[in-house]
T-cell receptor
Framework: GAVVSQHPSWVICKSGTSVKIECRSLDFQATTMFWYRQFPKQSLMLMATSNEGSKATYEQGVEKDKFLINHASLTLSTLTVTSAHPEDSSFYIC?????????????FGPGTRLTVL | EDQVTQSPEALRLQEGESSSLNCSYTVSGLRGLFWYRQDPGKGPEFLFTLYSAGEEKEKERLKATLTKKESFLHITAPKPEDSATYLCAVQGVTSGTYKYIFGTGTRLKVLA
């Protein structure tokens, strides 16, 4: 149980294009999902908290117009990196909190490796 | 300010050599402390959630304990497949949106 998937697992794109990453909770409903970014040999950096049916809450320093988040259903959140540039290359990971669970445990997806040329 | 510090940064063990990883935290009211395992190029895999001082949880060769200031992840007779980065995260009562604060992790290497 508590499986989270991400698609795609890796993507290579040209500078200036937009890339969409999907995060799905497969066997539970998630009113809250989170998007993280991770640089090599570093810990996870929270980018934003995604709430179903409402606007995402972005962490300080994260450009909301560059990293568009949509959480349209209880099992799907998407992160769109708009006008991507090489400095956006990173490992993006989502997590989801089970709406019905009594705990605040987050379950993580397998991550998406983005490379911008 | 809520803070999490993990030590050591890296640890090399021989197979069968037991040890402990430390996670020290400062948080204004602990809602939960979470341990994850992360393999290279993958997302973190959930291990344990601890809520109150004195609580302990076990899973195979791993045992997590919690005090009011720190948590330990004890690894008994580790095997090479236990090699990974172990992440600790805390959630405080001021975190109204269920946010975690992560430590920087301990990179564990178990040698055969």
């Amino acid at each position: 149980g508590a499986v989270v998937s991400q698609h795609p697992s890796w993507v290579i794109c040209k500078s200036g294009t937009s890339v969409k990453i999907e995060c799905r909770s497969l066997d539970f409903q998630a009113t809250t999902m989170f998007w993280y970014r991770q640089f090599p040999k570093q810990s996870l950096m929270l980018m934003a908290t995604s709430n179903e049916g409402s606007k995402a809450t972005y962490e300080q320093g994260v450009e909301k117009d560059k990293f568009l988040i949509n959480h349209a259903s209880l099992t799907l959140s998407t992160l769109t990196v708009t006008s991507a540039h090489p400095e956006d290359s990173s490992f993006y990971i989502c997590s989801a909190r089970d709406w019905h669970a009594s705990t605040d445990t987050q379950y993580f997806g397998p991550g998406t490796r983005l490379t911008v040329l | 300010e809520d803070q999490v510090t993990q030590s050591p940064e890296a640890l090399r063990l021989q197979e069968g050599e037991s040890s402990s990883l430390n996670c020290s935290y400062t948080v204004s009211g602990l809602r939960g402390l979470f341990w994850y395992r992360q393999d290279p190029g993958k997302g973190p895999e959930f291990l344990f959630t601890l809520y109150s001082a004195g609580e302990e949880k076990e899973k195979e060769r791993l045992k997590a304990t919690l005090t009011k200031k720190e948590s330990f992840l004890h690894i008994t007779a580790p095997k090479p497949e236990d090699s990974a980065t172990y992440l600790c995260a805390v959630q405080g009562v001021t975190s109204g949106t269920y946010k975690y604060i992560f430590g920087t992790g301990t990179r564990l290497k178990v040698l055969a």
